[in-house]
């Protein structure tokens, strides 16, 4: 009741001072007025005060959901910054293990490439040699057939310059007589 104590006290202050009319207050002047009061009082109190309290209540619940909200956002945002800061940390050992790798990565693909640069080298050399004694065979056989058409034309114009028609018949003779001793 502090407010109507002071509500009250503000009524007699405000009210004109006897000295001024020169006629003393009636009791009727000053009772009803506070009866007035009163009742705009218990109205207050009944109606609007229930409101004002219903609605500071939705308001603080509405400020402290607020400031809860806050406060987890607030921590998450610092758990997320703990996270970038130990990713930052990091991130110099990640780039040397990324770096590690791909260096042994490209370690085994050049040793790879290599061997089967070298397997390669021999294959071609192995196909190169045996192309080679192919060639060198065919080279031979071309040869041995050379010089035997060649030694066939020689020994075909020796024979037609020293064998003698005589001779011709001959060798026909003894060549029929060794055929008929094979039989």
């Not at 705009?40 to 909200?69: G, M």
């Not at 061997?115 to 192995?126: F, G, N, R, V």
């Not at 060649?150 to 003779?173: F, G, S």
Request: no cysteine.
């Amino acid at each position: 009741m502090r407010l109507s104590g002071l509500l009250l006290f503000s009524q007699v202050w405000a009210a004109p001072s006897g000295a001024v009319e020169g006629h003393p207050a009636a009791v009727t002047q000053l009772i009803f007025p506070l009866i007035n009061f009163l009742i705009f009082l218990y109205l207050v109190k009944r109606f609007v005060v229930p409101l004002i309290k219903d609605h500071l209540r939705s308001r603080r619940e509405q400020i402290q959901a607020a400031v809860n909200e806050a406060d987890e956002g607030k921590r998450r945002a610092e758990a997320m910054v703990r996270d970038y800061r130990g990713r930052w940390a990091r991130l110099d050992e990640e780039a040397e293990k990324i770096r590690e790798t791909a260096r042994s990565e490209a370690e085994r693909e050049r040793s790879k490439l290599l061997l089967e640069a070298e397997d390669l080298a021999k294959k071609i050399q192995t196909d190169a040699d045996f192309l080679a004694q192919q060639e060198l065979k065919v080279a031979r056989q071309q040869v041995r057939e050379e010089i035997a058409r060649l030694a066939q034309a020689a020994a075909q114009k020796m024979v037609q310059r020293h064998v003698t028609p005589a001779d011709q018949e001959r060798i026909v003779e003894e060549f029929l007589r060794e055929l008929g001793g094979v039989r």
